[in-house]
């Protein structure tokens, strides 16, 4: 038999190879070498080329560990260890370098050192950890043997290690991130996708009213991030009451997100139930603009049930005034009209939604205030500091709802061309329908924006180099070995993650695959049916 040496050299595969298993050949190469110049390496005497060659061997194990992602799909596409639990974790965390960064927590527990988790909790962990690290090496050990053996097929032995490789792989992921942050319980995912219903039906109502329009959806306005909560809080109160904000049950009940508020809300539903029709579409629109219109001016559409009309709304009034001066020309408090939808039939077998208070408790209500309009106020201030309390306390839940309901509530794409459409026309379409934005604030110049429109749209952007680039250039966040850089393919600058959540077809720049795309050139550049 050949030595093994000479072996390697004799069957070793070709780099320009696009199969699998001659990619991980050379990724495996690549982590093996710089593995063995740290070894060789004093850090004391040369801290900087040591920072140096650590970055390389994270840059390629994260490599390495994407060859063996796509191998485990090509190879055990039905018998992968389920992913489930992703849902459960804060949306931070989910970043595409989430499994490098489990490889590494893995060596440093395995070292016995802590970074991120409490000693305790560091101990339980290692036994895990060691099992994975050994899983991963037998998994390159067997890869790297099939590889020069038969690169094109995977024998049993593959299949085997690779399906221990992902179970080890996923229960680590769960215990470490269980241990570094509070997952969430299987009840509590319940309740905000019942969060996101009624988001969702709260945006299709705003949108039969004009509150909203679908230009602001589709174009992501960021006004719309504070609105459809403040609307939902309405929505969730009154017309679906029975929903995920119903107040009939505690505390303990609701979700996470609206659980402390729970007493604050019960004071708003009772004000919301003092309401007429036209005063409860006055407050929606104040919600949706930040500005209160003037309750004496003409009638403001019905809130319920029935589209918003053709005319020109009433000039807004800032609530910025003294809202306990009784402005001269105030009506006095008025009994509260009827909301048709309270009035409605109900279905046989449902409970009743319930109604605008009347009687002593209205009466009792509305005399706790000036007028009608330090009224709508407080209830102003109360929802719009329960909503801007979420995006506070919940950021994170609030991001992950609000971008379910968006990609629910969007416009869908456009339909292809038609059968006898020439590639190049519609090429030339696309061309000149992909960037839109000429004052932009992240493009160097608006010659440069107005420039992604035409012919030159066909080329590439500049590539910014990782070396001229310490932070994000969205944030301004610096990068560590944590927050790691990522380039946008529509502009070609550096952002971390969190500003770069997106990925969109680029065909303009012939990717007709979605690829990652920064957060401004998402929203600023690309024409809605390439997102």
Excluded at 120 to 145: F, H, K, M, W, Y
Excluded at 419 to 434: M, T, W
Aim: with cysteine.
């Amino acid at each position: 038999m050949l030595p093994a040496a000479l072996r390697r050299w004799l069957h070793r595969p070709k780099r320009s190879d696009p199969r699998l298993l001659s990619q991980f050949f050379y990724a495996d190469e690549r982590v093996s070498r710089v593995v063995m110049e740290i070894n060789g390496l004093d850090a004391e005497m040369d801290p900087q080329q040591y920072l140096v060659l650590l970055n390389q061997l994270h840059l390629s194990q994260a490599h390495l560990l994407a060859v063996i992602e796509r191998i485990m799909e090509e190879c055990i596409p039905t018998q992968r260890h389920s992913r489930d639990y992703l849902v459960k974790f804060p949306e931070e965390l989910l970043v595409d370098n989430l499994g490098n960064h489990m490889l590494f927590a893995a060596e440093c527990l395995l070292a016995g050192t802590f970074i991120e988790v409490e000693e305790a909790d560091g101990i339980q962990l290692r036994p895990q950890a060691r099992n994975l690290l050994c899983s991963l090496e037998l998994v390159r050990a067997v890869l790297r043997e099939q590889s020069l053996s038969q690169p094109s097929t995977y024998s049993e032995p593959v299949r085997a290690v690779l399906i221990q490789f992902d179970r080890l792989f996923a229960e680590f992921e769960l215990s470490y991130v269980s241990s570094l942050v509070a997952v969430k319980s299987p009840e509590e995912i319940y309740r905000q996708q019942e969060i996101i219903v009624l988001f969702c039906e709260t945006v299709e109502r705003a949108l039969r009213l004009g509150y909203l329009t679908q230009e602001m959806i589709d174009g992501y306005e960021p006004l719309l991030m504070f609105t459809i909560p403040r609307l939902a809080i309405i929505s969730g109160l009154l017309i679906y009451p029975e929903g995920p904000l119903s107040l009939e049950q505690s505390p303990e009940q609701m979700s996470r997100v609206f659980s402390p508020f729970y007493n604050l809300l019960k004071k708003i539903r009772d004000l919301l139930r003092v309401l007429s029709a036209e005063e409860l579409a006055l407050l929606e629109r104040s919600l949706c603009t930040a500005d209160l219109e003037d309750p004496c001016g003409p009638a403001a559409p019905p809130a319920w049930g029935a589209a918003a009309p053709k005319a020109d709304p009433p000039a807004p009034w800032s609530l910025l005034e003294d809202p306990h001066a009784d402005p001269a020309g105030s009506d006095p408090p008025s009994p509260p009209a009827s909301h048709p939808s309270t009035d409605s039939p109900q279905p046989p077998g449902s409970s009743p939604r319930p109604g605008p208070l009347r009687g002593a408790r209205c009466s009792e209500l509305r005399s706790r205030y000036s007028s009608t309009r330090d009224m709508l106020h407080t209830l102003f201030v109360c929802i719009s500091g329960v909503a801007d309390q979420l995006q506070t306390n919940f950021a994170s839940d609030l991001r992950s709802i609000l971008k379910t309901v968006f990609k629910i509530v969007a416009s869908q794409p456009e339909p292809a061309g038609e059968p006898g459409a020439s590639p190049d026309a519609e090429g030339e379409a696309r061309a000149a329908e992909a960037p839109c934005a000429v004052d932009c604030p992240l493009c160097s110049s608006t010659a440069e924006a107005a420039g992604r429109r035409g012919a030159g749209a066909r080329s590439l952007p500049e590539w910014v180099p990782d070396s001229s680039c310490s932070q994000c250039s969205a944030c301004r966040s610096p990068f560590t070995l944590l927050r790691r850089r990522h380039h946008c393919r529509s502009c070609g600058k550096i952002f971390c993650s969190r500003c770069s959540p997106h990925t969109a077809a680029l065909p303009h720049y012939g990717q007709p695959r979605p690829v990652r795309v920064c957060a401004h050139c998402y929203a600023a550049h690309l024409a809605p049916r390439h997102r």
